[in-house]
């Protein structure tokens, strides 16, 4: 079935530092990919998504784009602030109208 | 996209009890998806809710536990029934799509933090 693989964390880093989440899947189909984001105690928040291969989804200065070929959806943000520190979900579209989640990347940003 | 409300927040149950969570959606939508996030954890889906038929549930999961009405397209509950301390978790209800504006989205309501003791 469909799945999601991505980094196991946490990750940390200093401020200003470069992120990068690796995420790849595997679908039958093709799926819209997404990335949400989940800030200590909220729930979650659509951060970015990208529908067809090579599309880029961008917010808040955060990117990933669709690459088919290695079946890789990667969050990047070239200058992380303290206030990105939360847990990164990557998850694709399953069949009918499902989600399906990777586990999730703890992400820790030091002053 | 649709703005989703989800009640109660949070809450703190005995165990043998059952807790009703309720979605409300701004606009109609077709589908609507209870997903569970248990701590620590990424996020399970439970069950899919269309309006006028009865649920869909994901293996591992019963209709006796978590029955889910679903009376119109705006609005749905899941209930869970007979709680005990592993039901402690995260409930989030999400929908995919705003039918009016015909958005593509998935979002999320902002989750309902149960803790049974």
């Known amino acids: 079935g469909d799945s999601v693989t991505q980094m196991e964390g946490p990750v940390t880093l200093s401020e200003e530092a470069f992120l990068t989440i690796n995420c790849t899947y595997t679908a039958t189909g093709y799926p819209s990919l997404f990335w949400y984001v989940q800030y200590p105690g909220e729930g979650l928040q659509l951060l970015l998504k990208?529908?067809?291969?090579?599309d880029k989804g961008s917010n808040k200065g955060f990117e990933a784009t669709y690459r088919k070929e290695t079946t890789s959806f990667h969050l990047e943000k070239g200058s992380v602030q303290v206030s990105d520190s939360a847990v990164y979900f990557c998850a694709l579209s399953a069949p009918e109208g499902k989600l399906q989640f990777g586990a999730g990347t703890q992400v820790v940003v030091t002053p | 996209s649709a703005v989703i409300s989800q009640k109660p927040s949070r809450d703190i149950c005995q165990r043998g009890t059952s807790l009703t969570i309720q979605c409300q959606v701004d606009s109609q939508v077709t589908m609507m998806f209870w997903y569970r996030q248990q701590p620590g954890q990424s996020l399970t889906l439970i069950a899919t809710a269309n309006q006028g038929s009865e649920a869909t549930y994901e293996s591992g999961f019963v209709i006796d536990k978590f029955p889910i009405s679903r009376p119109n397209l705006t609005f749905s509950t899941l209930t869970v029934s007979n709680m005990s301390p592993e039901d402690s978790s995260i409930y989030l209800c999400?929908?995919?799509?705003?039918?009016?504006?015909?958005?593509?989205?998935?979002?999320f309501g902002s989750g309902t933090r149960l803790t049974v003791v």
């Open positions: 999400s929908v995919d799509r705003d039918e009016g504006s015909g958005n593509y989205g998935y979002t």
């Open positions: 990208a529908t067809k291969a090579d």
